[in-house]
């Protein structure tokens, strides 16, 4: 079976790079970074010419991109080059709406489509252990489930097609407002006096731990907040979130106020860094560094 993949990036790189040594299939990829794409090209994948090329030739199509609007222009493409029975998956976190307007393009074009945006970031989509959450037919799903054992470690259906951002953008959601907690928390530390690696030794095996905590706690005390996710992208992710919730008419008390948070932060700059770097906007209000 011949594999597309479409960005080749910071996430879609890592999965493309499992595919080509965990499976038997003909990998092409496209990309617009030509470092990104020889990445990939090193381990024996074929260097697509345009989106519409590896569209053409592909039996699976693959995207992994940064925005819904980059989505649906890309499936836009796929739709215009792909034969009808080519199945389209998208790794890319999405909002349900554009995920369905374009399952209903592409159901048009006879092309099936699976929505399974990813969780587990850079580091799980190395070392091939990242969830995946997926939207579209069952029967569809299960045929692919081969492919997906090839970079991923855990496979859920949650239904269909707009389900799998709905469960994406829930469980980022509550990831980044434990970064935020943590954040708060570990500033309460820091200003309280406590020597924070004794509270750290106590959190990590109590009630107050989580992988939030673990991401921020781990940047912070480092002060190292080069990007393993951006601010910028959980800041879309979260907005994302946030609209959904306003068109289901729910309010929010804890999601809105880490937006502002999300916001400040990159009024400051600091939408290339790392989530974690969140925690600054203490740190510069406080005059206080979490170090340790």
Same mark, same amino acid.
């Given at each position: 079976?011949?594999?597309?993949?479409?960005?080749?990036?910071?996430?879609?790189?890592?999965?493309?790079?499992?595919?080509?040594?965990?499976?038997?299939?003909?990998?092409?990829?496209?990309? #617009?970074?030509?470092?990104?794409?020889?990445?990939?090209?090193? #381990?024996?994948?074929?260097?697509?010419?345009?989106?519409?090329?590896?569209?053409?030739?592909?039996?699976?199509?693959?995207?992994?991109?940064?925005?819904?609007?980059?989505?649906?222009?890309?499936?836009?493409?796929?739709?215009?080059?792909?034969?009808?029975?080519?199945?389209?998956?998208?790794?890319?976190?999405?909002?349900?709406?554009?995920?369905?307007?374009?399952?209903?393009?592409?159901?048009?074009?006879?092309?099936?489509?699976?929505?399974?945006?990813?969780?587990?970031?850079?580091?799980?989509?190395?070392?091939?252990?990242?969830?995946?959450?997926?939207?579209?037919?069952?029967?569809?799903?299960?045929?692919?489930?081969?492919?997906?054992?090839?970079?991923?470690?855990?496979?859920?259906?949650?239904?269909?097609?707009?389900?799998?951002?709905?469960?994406?953008?829930?469980?980022?959601?509550?990831?980044?407002?434990?970064?935020?907690?943590?954040?708060?928390?570990?500033?309460?530390?820091?200003?309280?006096?406590?020597?924070?690696?004794?509270?750290?030794?106590?959190?990590?095996?109590?009630? =107050?731990?989580?992988?939030?905590?673990?991401?921020?706690?781990?940047?912070?005390?480092?002060?190292?907040?080069?990007?393993?996710?951006?601010?910028?992208?959980?800041?879309?992710?979260?907005?994302?979130? #946030?609209?959904?919730?306003?068109?289901?008419?729910?309010?929010?008390?804890?999601?809105?106020?880490?937006?502002?948070?999300?916001?400040?932060?990159?009024?400051?700059?600091? =939408? =290339?860094?790392?989530?974690?770097?969140?925690?600054?906007?203490?740190?510069?209000?406080?005059?206080?560094?979490?170090?340790?």
């Amino acid at each position: 079976m011949k594999i597309g993949f479409i960005g080749v990036g910071n996430m879609g790189g890592p999965m493309c790079r499992n595919i080509i040594r965990n499976s038997n299939h003909d990998v092409l990829v496209f990309d #617009l970074d030509p470092a990104a794409l020889k990445r990939c090209t090193d #381990l024996g994948a074929a260097a697509a010419t345009s989106v519409a090329d590896v569209a053409f030739k592909a039996d699976v199509v693959i995207t992994s991109l940064p925005m819904p609007k980059h989505v649906e222009e890309v499936a836009g493409q796929i739709a215009e080059s792909a034969r009808a029975g080519t199945v389209y998956i998208d790794l890319s976190t999405n909002s349900p709406a554009v995920a369905r307007r374009v399952h209903a393009m592409l159901a048009a074009k006879g092309i099936p489509m699976l929505e399974a945006p990813v969780s587990g970031g850079t580091p799980r989509a190395e070392d091939g252990s990242i969830v995946i959450m997926v939207g579209g037919d069952e029967a569809v799903c299960d045929a692919q489930r081969p492919l997906f054992s090839s970079f991923s470690g855990e496979v859920v259906h949650v239904g269909g097609v707009g389900n799998g951002s709905i469960a994406k953008l829930i469980n980022n959601m509550l990831a980044f407002c434990n970064m935020a907690a943590a954040a708060e928390a570990l500033m309460l530390g820091a200003r309280s006096g406590i020597d924070l690696k004794k509270l750290d030794q106590v959190i990590s095996n109590a009630s =107050g731990y989580s992988s939030g905590y673990r991401s921020m706690c781990n940047k912070a005390f480092a002060g190292a907040f080069e990007p393993t996710f951006a601010l910028d992208l959980a800041h879309k992710d979260l907005r994302l979130a #946030l609209e959904m919730a306003d068109e289901l008419g729910m309010p929010g008390m804890i999601a809105p106020q880490v937006m502002s948070l999300m916001r400040m932060a990159r009024g400051m700059g600091l =939408g =290339g860094a790392d989530t974690a770097a969140m925690i600054q906007v203490y740190e510069k209000a406080l005059g206080t560094e979490v170090r340790a």
